[in-house]
Protein backbone atom coordinates (compact mmCIF):
# COMPACT_ATOMS: atom_id res chain seq x y z
CA UNK A 1 0.00 0.00 0.00
CA UNK A 2 2.88 2.14 0.93
CA UNK A 3 4.04 2.42 -2.34
CA UNK A 4 1.31 3.40 -4.43
CA UNK A 5 0.81 6.25 -1.59
CA UNK A 6 4.17 7.31 -2.30
CA UNK A 7 3.34 7.10 -6.31
CA UNK A 8 0.25 8.80 -5.59
CA UNK A 9 2.08 12.07 -3.74
CA UNK A 10 4.66 11.99 -6.33
CA UNK A 11 2.08 12.41 -9.22
CA UNK A 12 0.20 14.93 -7.03
CA UNK A 13 3.62 17.26 -6.44
CA UNK A 14 4.31 16.89 -10.45
CA UNK A 15 0.66 18.40 -11.00
CA UNK A 16 1.26 20.91 -8.47
CA UNK A 17 4.05 22.66 -10.33
CA UNK A 18 1.94 23.57 -13.15
CA UNK A 19 0.42 27.17 -12.00
CA UNK A 20 0.54 29.22 -15.30
CA UNK A 21 -1.59 26.40 -17.25
CA UNK A 22 -3.99 26.31 -13.98
CA UNK A 23 -4.00 30.48 -13.96
CA UNK A 24 -4.98 30.55 -17.29
CA UNK A 25 -7.41 27.39 -17.53
CA UNK A 26 -9.43 29.49 -14.38
CA UNK A 27 -10.17 32.49 -16.20
CA UNK A 28 -11.05 30.00 -19.00
CA UNK A 29 -13.23 28.56 -16.79
CA UNK A 30 -14.47 31.55 -14.65
CA UNK A 31 -15.75 33.05 -18.56
CA UNK A 32 -17.38 30.07 -19.03
CA UNK A 33 -19.35 29.57 -15.94
CA UNK A 34 -20.31 33.45 -16.30
CA UNK A 35 -21.70 32.84 -19.82
CA UNK A 36 -23.58 29.50 -18.76
CA UNK A 37 -25.21 31.27 -16.25
CA UNK A 38 -26.13 34.52 -18.62
CA UNK A 39 -27.78 32.00 -20.83
CA UNK A 40 -29.42 30.03 -18.39
CA UNK A 41 -30.72 33.04 -16.86
CA UNK A 42 -32.30 34.03 -20.78
CA UNK A 43 -34.24 30.74 -20.53
CA UNK A 44 -35.34 31.12 -17.10
CA UNK A 45 -36.34 34.76 -17.29
CA UNK A 46 -38.56 33.40 -20.29
CA UNK A 47 -39.95 31.26 -19.23
CA UNK A 48 -39.53 29.97 -15.23
CA UNK A 49 -42.16 27.48 -14.65
CA UNK A 50 -40.31 24.89 -17.56
CA UNK A 51 -37.54 25.04 -15.44
CA UNK A 52 -36.69 21.63 -14.99
CA UNK A 53 -34.26 22.80 -11.63
CA UNK A 54 -34.22 25.76 -9.36
CA UNK A 55 -32.53 28.64 -10.40
CA UNK A 56 -29.86 28.28 -7.62
CA UNK A 57 -29.37 24.70 -7.78
CA UNK A 58 -28.55 25.14 -11.65
CA UNK A 59 -26.39 27.95 -10.54
CA UNK A 60 -24.59 25.84 -7.85
CA UNK A 61 -24.02 23.22 -9.92
CA UNK A 62 -22.57 25.37 -13.13
CA UNK A 63 -20.20 27.08 -10.54
CA UNK A 64 -19.05 23.60 -9.25
CA UNK A 65 -18.80 22.18 -12.59
CA UNK A 66 -16.55 24.75 -13.53
CA UNK A 67 -14.54 24.72 -10.53
CA UNK A 68 -13.65 21.31 -10.60
CA UNK A 69 -13.42 20.51 -14.21
CA UNK A 70 -10.67 18.52 -13.93
CA UNK A 71 -12.83 15.73 -11.93
CA UNK A 72 -15.12 14.54 -14.90
CA UNK A 73 -13.30 16.52 -18.02
CA UNK A 74 -13.25 13.00 -20.14
CA UNK A 75 -10.77 14.27 -22.27
CA UNK A 76 -7.82 14.79 -19.76
CA UNK A 77 -6.60 11.28 -21.34
CA UNK A 78 -3.13 10.45 -20.26
CA UNK A 79 -1.87 9.73 -23.20
CA UNK A 80 1.56 8.65 -22.05
CA UNK A 81 -0.39 5.31 -20.61
CA UNK A 82 -1.95 4.27 -23.76
CA UNK A 83 1.31 5.38 -25.62
CA UNK A 84 2.86 2.72 -23.50
CA UNK A 85 1.14 0.04 -24.14
CA UNK A 86 1.19 0.66 -27.78
CA UNK A 87 5.03 0.48 -27.88
CA UNK A 88 5.26 -1.66 -25.62
CA UNK A 89 7.61 0.13 -22.73
CA UNK A 90 4.96 -0.74 -20.22
CA UNK A 91 6.74 -4.05 -20.42
CA UNK A 92 9.09 -1.90 -17.56
CA UNK A 93 6.32 -1.46 -15.29
CA UNK A 94 5.93 -4.62 -15.36
CA UNK A 95 9.66 -5.02 -13.82
CA UNK A 96 8.15 -3.18 -10.82
CA UNK A 97 7.11 -5.47 -7.65
CA UNK A 98 3.51 -3.12 -7.97
CA UNK A 99 0.29 -3.70 -9.50
CA UNK A 100 -0.29 -2.00 -13.13
CA UNK A 101 -3.75 -0.91 -12.48
CA UNK A 102 -3.27 0.17 -8.98
CA UNK A 103 -0.44 2.19 -9.70
CA UNK A 104 -2.72 3.29 -12.73
CA UNK A 105 -5.42 3.90 -10.45
CA UNK A 106 -3.12 5.60 -8.24
CA UNK A 107 -2.14 8.26 -10.58
CA UNK A 108 -4.86 8.97 -12.82
CA UNK A 109 -6.41 10.19 -9.21
CA UNK A 110 -3.26 12.06 -8.23
CA UNK A 111 -3.09 13.77 -11.77
CA UNK A 112 -7.06 14.61 -11.27
CA UNK A 113 -6.46 15.57 -7.77
CA UNK A 114 -3.72 17.94 -8.42
CA UNK A 115 -5.43 19.55 -11.40
CA UNK A 116 -8.41 20.31 -9.67
CA UNK A 117 -6.70 21.85 -6.53
CA UNK A 118 -4.87 24.35 -8.00
CA UNK A 119 -8.26 26.05 -9.49
CA UNK A 120 -10.90 25.29 -7.43
CA UNK A 121 -11.31 27.47 -4.88
CA UNK A 122 -10.55 30.52 -6.67
CA UNK A 123 -13.63 30.35 -8.65
CA UNK A 124 -15.87 29.20 -5.82
CA UNK A 125 -14.80 32.43 -4.22
CA UNK A 126 -16.05 33.33 -7.05
CA UNK A 127 -19.26 31.71 -7.32
CA UNK A 128 -19.67 32.62 -3.71
CA UNK A 129 -19.78 35.91 -4.29
CA UNK A 130 -22.43 36.41 -7.51
CA UNK A 131 -25.53 37.33 -6.22
CA UNK A 132 -28.67 34.75 -5.62
CA UNK A 133 -29.71 33.39 -7.50
CA UNK A 134 -27.14 33.31 -9.94
CA UNK A 135 -24.08 32.15 -7.14
CA UNK A 136 -23.35 29.40 -4.99
CA UNK A 137 -25.43 29.78 -2.31
CA UNK A 138 -23.62 27.67 0.67
CA UNK A 139 -26.85 26.95 3.03
CA UNK A 140 -26.31 23.43 3.30
CA UNK A 141 -27.28 21.29 5.83
CA UNK A 142 -24.17 18.74 7.15
CA UNK A 143 -25.71 15.82 6.50
CA UNK A 144 -26.48 16.85 2.73
CA UNK A 145 -22.86 18.09 2.58
CA UNK A 146 -21.46 14.68 3.90
CA UNK A 147 -23.47 13.13 1.13
CA UNK A 148 -22.28 16.27 -1.41
CA UNK A 149 -18.33 14.74 -0.54
CA UNK A 150 -19.01 11.21 -0.22
CA UNK A 151 -20.62 11.41 -4.41
CA UNK A 152 -17.56 13.48 -4.90
CA UNK A 153 -15.33 10.83 -4.28
CA UNK A 154 -17.32 8.54 -6.12
CA UNK A 155 -17.62 10.49 -8.74
CA UNK A 156 -13.87 10.73 -8.94
CA UNK A 157 -13.14 6.68 -8.69
CA UNK A 158 -16.06 6.56 -11.40
CA UNK A 159 -14.26 8.79 -13.82
CA UNK A 160 -10.68 7.43 -13.39
CA UNK A 161 -12.13 3.66 -13.32
CA UNK A 162 -14.17 4.46 -16.58
CA UNK A 163 -10.84 5.92 -18.19
CA UNK A 164 -8.64 3.21 -17.18
CA UNK A 165 -10.63 0.76 -18.63
CA UNK A 166 -9.95 2.27 -21.84
CA UNK A 167 -6.43 1.87 -21.35
CA UNK A 168 -6.83 -1.48 -20.33
CA UNK A 169 -8.88 -2.43 -24.08
CA UNK A 170 -5.87 -0.66 -25.38
CA UNK A 171 -4.50 -3.76 -25.10
CA UNK A 172 -6.66 -5.28 -27.13
CA UNK A 173 -7.41 -2.59 -30.21
CA UNK A 174 -4.66 -1.61 -32.14
CA UNK A 175 -5.89 2.19 -32.00
CA UNK A 176 -7.91 3.07 -28.84
CA UNK A 177 -8.81 6.32 -30.40
CA UNK A 178 -11.61 5.52 -32.00
CA UNK A 179 -13.44 4.37 -28.67
CA UNK A 180 -12.22 7.81 -26.76
CA UNK A 181 -13.48 10.15 -28.96
CA UNK A 182 -16.86 7.87 -28.17
CA UNK A 183 -16.15 8.16 -24.67
CA UNK A 184 -15.82 12.03 -24.82
CA UNK A 185 -18.99 12.28 -27.14
CA UNK A 186 -21.36 10.01 -24.40
CA UNK A 187 -19.83 11.52 -21.45
CA UNK A 188 -20.18 15.27 -22.30
CA UNK A 189 -23.96 14.43 -23.47
CA UNK A 190 -24.68 11.34 -20.89
CA UNK A 191 -22.94 12.97 -18.23
CA UNK A 192 -24.89 16.38 -17.95
CA UNK A 193 -21.77 18.44 -19.33
CA UNK A 194 -24.03 19.83 -22.44
CA UNK A 195 -26.82 20.40 -20.45
CA UNK A 196 -27.19 19.36 -17.05
CA UNK A 197 -29.46 15.87 -17.20
CA UNK A 198 -32.87 17.37 -15.92
CA UNK A 199 -33.02 19.15 -19.25
CA UNK A 200 -32.33 16.02 -21.79
CA UNK A 201 -35.83 14.84 -22.76
CA UNK A 202 -37.21 12.13 -21.01
CA UNK A 203 -36.39 8.55 -22.01
CA UNK A 204 -32.89 9.91 -23.16
CA UNK A 205 -33.06 11.34 -19.23
CA UNK A 206 -33.53 7.94 -18.01
CA UNK A 207 -30.79 6.26 -19.77
CA UNK A 208 -28.31 8.45 -18.83
CA UNK A 209 -29.13 8.62 -15.26
CA UNK A 210 -28.54 5.05 -15.06
CA UNK A 211 -25.16 5.04 -17.26
CA UNK A 212 -21.85 5.15 -15.71
CA UNK A 213 -21.70 8.67 -17.25
CA UNK A 214 -24.77 9.79 -15.17
CA UNK A 215 -22.68 8.43 -12.30
CA UNK A 216 -20.19 11.20 -12.76
CA UNK A 217 -20.65 14.70 -12.36
CA UNK A 218 -24.63 14.58 -12.55
CA UNK A 219 -24.61 13.03 -9.11
CA UNK A 220 -22.79 15.35 -6.50
CA UNK A 221 -23.25 18.24 -8.24
CA UNK A 222 -27.05 18.11 -8.10
CA UNK A 223 -27.05 16.55 -4.44
CA UNK A 224 -25.07 20.27 -3.13
CA UNK A 225 -27.69 22.24 -5.23
CA UNK A 226 -30.27 20.25 -3.18
CA UNK A 227 -32.01 19.03 -6.44
CA UNK A 228 -31.32 15.55 -5.54
CA UNK A 229 -34.13 15.21 -2.83
CA UNK A 230 -32.92 13.57 0.66
CA UNK A 231 -34.53 10.34 0.49
CA UNK A 232 -33.35 9.55 -2.73
CA UNK A 233 -29.72 10.43 -2.03
CA UNK A 234 -29.05 6.80 -0.84
CA UNK A 235 -29.79 5.28 -3.91
CA UNK A 236 -27.92 7.85 -5.69
CA UNK A 237 -24.43 6.95 -4.08
CA UNK A 238 -25.79 3.74 -4.17
CA UNK A 239 -25.68 3.12 -7.94
CA UNK A 240 -22.29 5.04 -7.71
CA UNK A 241 -20.70 2.75 -5.92
CA UNK A 242 -22.57 -0.24 -8.16
CA UNK A 243 -20.80 1.30 -11.52
CA UNK A 244 -17.21 2.05 -9.31
CA UNK A 245 -17.34 -1.71 -8.52
CA UNK A 246 -18.39 -3.07 -11.91
CA UNK A 247 -16.06 -0.45 -14.21
CA UNK A 248 -12.99 -1.33 -11.29
CA UNK A 249 -13.43 -5.04 -12.12
CA UNK A 250 -13.60 -4.97 -15.41
CA UNK A 251 -10.69 -2.71 -15.78
CA UNK A 252 -8.57 -5.16 -13.64
CA UNK A 253 -9.50 -7.96 -15.04
CA UNK A 254 -8.74 -6.27 -18.64
CA UNK A 255 -5.77 -5.36 -17.58
CA UNK A 256 -4.38 -8.36 -16.05
CA UNK A 257 -5.57 -10.28 -18.80
CA UNK A 258 -4.01 -7.83 -21.26
CA UNK A 259 -0.51 -8.30 -19.66
CA UNK A 260 -0.71 -12.13 -20.06
CA UNK A 261 -1.50 -11.87 -23.78
CA UNK A 262 0.61 -8.94 -24.63
CA UNK A 263 4.09 -10.38 -26.57
CA UNK A 264 6.77 -7.65 -26.32
CA UNK A 265 9.34 -7.70 -28.44
CA UNK A 266 13.04 -6.35 -27.38
CA UNK A 267 15.87 -7.31 -24.91
CA UNK B 1 -3.46 31.34 -56.11
CA UNK B 2 -1.63 28.37 -57.88
CA UNK B 3 0.86 27.88 -55.18
CA UNK B 4 -1.49 27.87 -52.64
CA UNK B 5 -4.11 25.43 -54.67
CA UNK B 6 -0.94 23.02 -55.11
CA UNK B 7 -0.03 23.64 -50.75
CA UNK B 8 -4.26 22.65 -50.67
CA UNK B 9 -3.79 19.46 -52.45
CA UNK B 10 -0.48 18.85 -50.64
CA UNK B 11 -2.25 18.76 -47.62
CA UNK B 12 -5.36 16.45 -48.49
CA UNK B 13 -3.44 14.41 -50.34
CA UNK B 14 -1.51 14.10 -46.85
CA UNK B 15 -4.45 13.77 -44.94
CA UNK B 16 -5.74 10.76 -47.08
CA UNK B 17 -2.65 8.65 -46.71
CA UNK B 18 -3.48 8.00 -42.77
CA UNK B 19 -6.84 7.85 -43.37
CA UNK B 20 -8.60 6.51 -40.81
CA UNK B 21 -7.15 8.42 -38.15
CA UNK B 22 -7.44 11.11 -40.50
CA UNK B 23 -11.72 10.18 -40.19
CA UNK B 24 -11.20 9.49 -36.43
CA UNK B 25 -10.00 13.32 -36.18
CA UNK B 26 -13.00 14.68 -38.00
CA UNK B 27 -15.46 12.75 -35.95
CA UNK B 28 -13.78 13.60 -32.75
CA UNK B 29 -14.08 17.38 -34.00
CA UNK B 30 -17.80 16.79 -35.52
CA UNK B 31 -19.28 15.02 -32.61
CA UNK B 32 -18.73 17.97 -30.14
CA UNK B 33 -20.42 20.37 -32.42
CA UNK B 34 -22.99 18.09 -33.01
CA UNK B 35 -23.53 17.93 -28.91
CA UNK B 36 -23.99 21.52 -28.93
CA UNK B 37 -26.34 21.73 -31.42
CA UNK B 38 -28.10 19.00 -29.28
CA UNK B 39 -28.18 20.63 -26.26
CA UNK B 40 -30.02 24.05 -28.11
CA UNK B 41 -32.44 21.45 -29.47
CA UNK B 42 -32.83 19.76 -26.25
CA UNK B 43 -33.54 23.04 -24.28
CA UNK B 44 -35.72 24.31 -27.17
CA UNK B 45 -37.72 21.17 -27.17
CA UNK B 46 -38.38 22.15 -23.62
CA UNK B 47 -38.93 26.05 -23.80
CA UNK B 48 -40.40 26.78 -27.21
CA UNK B 49 -38.89 30.12 -27.69
CA UNK B 50 -36.09 31.83 -25.61
CA UNK B 51 -35.66 35.71 -25.67
CA UNK B 52 -38.20 35.57 -28.60
CA UNK B 53 -35.87 33.04 -31.02
CA UNK B 54 -37.54 30.25 -32.45
CA UNK B 55 -34.80 26.79 -33.23
CA UNK B 56 -34.77 27.55 -36.77
CA UNK B 57 -33.65 31.08 -36.06
CA UNK B 58 -30.84 29.80 -33.52
CA UNK B 59 -29.79 27.09 -36.17
CA UNK B 60 -29.66 29.72 -38.66
CA UNK B 61 -27.63 31.99 -35.97
CA UNK B 62 -25.39 28.67 -35.34
CA UNK B 63 -24.73 27.93 -38.56
CA UNK B 64 -23.32 31.03 -39.06
CA UNK B 65 -21.10 30.88 -36.23
CA UNK B 66 -20.16 27.60 -36.77
CA UNK B 67 -19.23 27.83 -40.55
CA UNK B 68 -17.14 31.10 -39.95
CA UNK B 69 -14.89 29.25 -37.27
CA UNK B 70 -14.66 26.22 -39.34
CA UNK B 71 -13.44 28.44 -42.30
CA UNK B 72 -10.62 30.05 -39.97
CA UNK B 73 -9.55 26.88 -38.48
CA UNK B 74 -9.05 25.01 -41.44
CA UNK B 75 -7.17 27.62 -43.64
CA UNK B 76 -5.35 29.38 -40.82
CA UNK B 77 -4.56 26.84 -39.00
CA UNK B 78 -0.90 28.10 -39.01
CA UNK B 79 -1.69 30.82 -36.82
CA UNK B 80 -3.91 28.83 -34.82
CA UNK B 81 -1.34 26.68 -33.59
CA UNK B 82 1.76 28.93 -34.26
CA UNK B 83 3.50 28.35 -30.67
CA UNK B 84 4.57 25.41 -32.31
CA UNK B 85 5.77 26.91 -35.56
CA UNK B 86 8.10 29.68 -33.19
CA UNK B 87 9.29 26.37 -31.03
CA UNK B 88 10.74 24.14 -33.76
CA UNK B 89 12.72 26.88 -35.34
CA UNK B 90 10.49 26.53 -38.61
CA UNK B 91 9.77 30.68 -38.41
CA UNK B 92 13.54 31.20 -39.53
CA UNK B 93 12.67 29.02 -42.43
CA UNK B 94 9.80 30.91 -43.28
CA UNK B 95 11.91 34.81 -43.20
CA UNK B 96 14.08 33.59 -45.59
CA UNK B 97 11.75 32.63 -48.51
CA UNK B 98 10.78 35.08 -50.90
CA UNK B 99 7.22 35.53 -50.48
CA UNK B 100 4.89 36.82 -47.56
CA UNK B 101 4.94 35.64 -44.23
CA UNK B 102 1.02 35.49 -43.57
CA UNK B 103 0.77 34.12 -47.09
CA UNK B 104 3.24 31.24 -46.27
CA UNK B 105 1.94 30.80 -42.87
CA UNK B 106 -2.10 30.04 -44.62
CA UNK B 107 0.22 27.29 -46.56
CA UNK B 108 1.93 25.95 -44.14
CA UNK B 109 -0.73 24.46 -42.04
CA UNK B 110 -4.59 23.62 -42.84
CA UNK B 111 -6.78 21.57 -40.43
CA UNK B 112 -9.00 19.82 -43.25
CA UNK B 113 -10.95 17.85 -40.32
CA UNK B 114 -12.90 20.59 -39.99
CA UNK B 115 -14.78 20.01 -43.06
CA UNK B 116 -17.33 17.67 -41.91
CA UNK B 117 -18.03 21.06 -39.83
CA UNK B 118 -18.41 22.94 -42.39
CA UNK B 119 -21.10 20.60 -43.60
CA UNK B 120 -22.72 20.16 -40.48
CA UNK B 121 -23.11 24.01 -40.52
CA UNK B 122 -24.40 24.08 -43.93
CA UNK B 123 -26.80 21.48 -42.63
CA UNK B 124 -27.80 23.40 -40.24
CA UNK B 125 -28.46 26.67 -42.49
CA UNK B 126 -29.91 24.77 -44.77
CA UNK B 127 -32.39 23.26 -42.45
CA UNK B 128 -33.10 27.07 -40.58
CA UNK B 129 -33.61 28.11 -44.51
CA UNK B 130 -36.53 25.09 -45.20
CA UNK B 131 -38.11 25.85 -41.56
CA UNK B 132 -38.72 29.32 -42.44
CA UNK B 133 -36.32 31.11 -40.21
CA UNK B 134 -35.91 33.78 -42.32
CA UNK B 135 -38.46 35.69 -45.24
CA UNK B 136 -35.79 35.92 -47.84
CA UNK B 137 -34.79 38.29 -50.33
CA UNK B 138 -31.70 38.77 -52.38
CA UNK B 139 -30.03 41.67 -50.25
CA UNK B 140 -30.86 39.27 -47.09
CA UNK B 141 -28.99 36.01 -48.77
CA UNK B 142 -26.09 38.58 -49.12
CA UNK B 143 -26.10 39.73 -45.87
CA UNK B 144 -26.05 36.37 -45.15
CA UNK B 145 -22.76 35.26 -47.27
CA UNK B 146 -21.48 38.62 -45.68
CA UNK B 147 -21.61 37.48 -41.80
CA UNK B 148 -20.03 34.08 -42.86
CA UNK B 149 -16.88 35.56 -44.87
CA UNK B 150 -16.25 38.37 -42.26
CA UNK B 151 -16.74 35.94 -39.66
CA UNK B 152 -14.29 34.05 -41.09
CA UNK B 153 -12.06 37.18 -40.98
CA UNK B 154 -13.17 38.25 -37.26
CA UNK B 155 -11.23 34.67 -35.69
CA UNK B 156 -8.67 34.85 -38.29
CA UNK B 157 -7.77 38.44 -36.67
CA UNK B 158 -7.81 36.82 -33.16
CA UNK B 159 -5.76 33.89 -34.54
CA UNK B 160 -3.17 36.58 -35.97
CA UNK B 161 -3.36 38.39 -32.02
CA UNK B 162 -2.91 35.12 -30.99
CA UNK B 163 0.39 34.38 -33.11
CA UNK B 164 1.57 37.97 -32.44
CA UNK B 165 1.59 36.95 -28.44
CA UNK B 166 3.25 34.03 -29.14
CA UNK B 167 6.34 35.60 -30.12
CA UNK B 168 6.63 37.17 -26.32
CA UNK B 169 5.55 34.20 -24.59
CA UNK B 170 7.05 31.36 -26.68
CA UNK B 171 3.76 29.10 -26.17
CA UNK B 172 -0.02 29.15 -26.57
CA UNK B 173 -1.86 31.39 -24.59
CA UNK B 174 -4.72 29.31 -23.17
CA UNK B 175 -6.39 32.34 -22.59
CA UNK B 176 -6.82 33.18 -26.00
CA UNK B 177 -9.09 30.40 -26.17
CA UNK B 178 -11.95 32.43 -24.23
CA UNK B 179 -12.21 34.05 -27.68
CA UNK B 180 -11.04 31.68 -30.09
CA UNK B 181 -13.02 28.38 -28.63
CA UNK B 182 -15.57 30.25 -26.46
CA UNK B 183 -17.68 32.10 -29.32
CA UNK B 184 -17.89 28.91 -31.77
CA UNK B 185 -19.22 27.44 -28.00
CA UNK B 186 -21.36 30.25 -27.16
CA UNK B 187 -22.27 31.41 -30.71
CA UNK B 188 -25.09 29.28 -30.38
CA UNK B 189 -27.43 31.42 -29.36
CA UNK B 190 -27.23 35.37 -30.85
CA UNK B 191 -25.20 37.15 -28.26
CA UNK B 192 -27.59 39.68 -27.27
CA UNK B 193 -29.37 36.60 -25.07
CA UNK B 194 -26.23 37.13 -22.74
CA UNK B 195 -27.27 40.42 -21.32
CA UNK B 196 -26.06 43.59 -22.72
CA UNK B 197 -22.86 43.46 -20.82
CA UNK B 198 -21.62 40.55 -23.39
CA UNK B 199 -23.13 42.06 -26.20
CA UNK B 200 -21.18 45.64 -26.00
CA UNK B 201 -18.06 43.59 -25.26
CA UNK B 202 -18.42 41.20 -28.42
CA UNK B 203 -19.68 44.75 -30.55
CA UNK B 204 -16.97 46.83 -29.21
CA UNK B 205 -13.89 44.90 -27.76
CA UNK B 206 -13.96 41.61 -30.20
CA UNK B 207 -16.59 42.27 -33.22
CA UNK B 208 -17.88 38.92 -33.17
CA UNK B 209 -21.60 40.49 -32.52
CA UNK B 210 -21.24 42.98 -35.65
CA UNK B 211 -20.98 39.39 -38.08
CA UNK B 212 -23.92 37.45 -35.62
CA UNK B 213 -26.23 39.67 -33.40
CA UNK B 214 -27.25 42.66 -35.32
CA UNK B 215 -27.05 41.32 -38.63
CA UNK B 216 -29.24 38.54 -37.26
CA UNK B 217 -31.85 41.13 -36.35
CA UNK B 218 -31.67 42.49 -39.93
CA UNK B 219 -32.36 38.89 -41.23
CA UNK B 220 -35.70 38.81 -38.57
CA UNK B 221 -36.94 41.89 -39.28
CA UNK B 222 -36.26 43.38 -35.77
CA UNK B 223 -34.06 45.70 -36.96
CA UNK B 224 -33.20 48.46 -39.72
CA UNK B 225 -31.57 47.93 -42.91
CA UNK B 226 -28.30 49.42 -42.35
CA UNK B 227 -27.64 46.40 -39.06
CA UNK B 228 -26.90 44.25 -42.22
CA UNK B 229 -24.14 46.17 -43.31
CA UNK B 230 -22.49 45.70 -40.07
CA UNK B 231 -20.46 42.89 -41.05
CA UNK B 232 -18.07 45.12 -42.87
CA UNK B 233 -17.31 47.23 -39.92
CA UNK B 234 -16.35 44.43 -38.43
CA UNK B 235 -12.98 44.26 -40.98
CA UNK B 236 -11.74 47.31 -39.34
CA UNK B 237 -10.59 44.69 -36.67
CA UNK B 238 -8.07 43.64 -38.72
CA UNK B 239 -6.30 46.68 -38.48
CA UNK B 240 -5.37 46.33 -34.76
CA UNK B 241 -4.27 42.65 -35.38
CA UNK B 242 -2.12 43.04 -38.31
CA UNK B 243 -0.47 45.45 -36.34
CA UNK B 244 0.00 43.27 -33.37
CA UNK B 245 1.16 40.52 -35.79
CA UNK B 246 3.71 43.25 -37.26
CA UNK B 247 4.83 44.69 -33.98
CA UNK B 248 5.83 40.82 -32.68
CA UNK B 249 7.43 39.81 -36.27
CA UNK B 250 9.79 43.23 -35.35
CA UNK B 251 10.43 41.96 -31.62
CA UNK B 252 11.33 38.24 -33.13
CA UNK B 253 14.63 36.95 -32.37
CA UNK B 254 15.36 33.91 -33.96
CA UNK B 255 17.36 31.40 -31.27
CA UNK B 256 20.06 30.42 -34.42
CA UNK B 257 20.92 27.11 -35.52
Known sequence: MRQYLAFFRMR?????????????????????????????????????DSFPMGMEALSAYIWLQQAFLAFFAMWYWEMDLVEAVKNGSVAYELTRPTDLYTMWMARSLALRLSRAALRAVPILLVGI??????????????????????????????????????????????????????????????????????????????????????????????????????????????????????????????????????????? | MRLYLSFLSLHLKSAMTYRSSFLLSCLGQLLVTVNTFLG??????????????????????????????????????????????????????????????????????????????????????????????????AAKAAVLVLMILCGAAVFFGLFLINAALCFFTLEGLEVMNIFTDGPREYGKYPFGIYGKGVLWILTLLVPLALVQHWPLQYLLDQGPGWYGLLPLLSLLFLLPCAAAWRLGVRHYRSTGS
Open chain 2, 40 to 137: VKFLMDRFGTVAGYTLPQLALCFGVILAATSLAECFARGFDAFSAVLSQARFDRLLVRPRGLIFQLLCEEMKLSMVPRLLQAVLMLGWAISAGAVRWT
Open chain 1, 129 to 267: LVPAPYGLRLRISPSVFLAFLAAMALMLVVVCAYTLLIYALSFFLTDANGIMVLSVAAAELLGGAVVPLPFLPEGLRQLAQLSPFGAMQNIPLRIFGGDIPRESIPAALGLQLFWAVVLIAAGALLTRGGLRRAVILGG
Open chain 1, 12 to 48: LLAGLQYRAAALAGMSTQLVWGTMEILLYRAFWLSDP
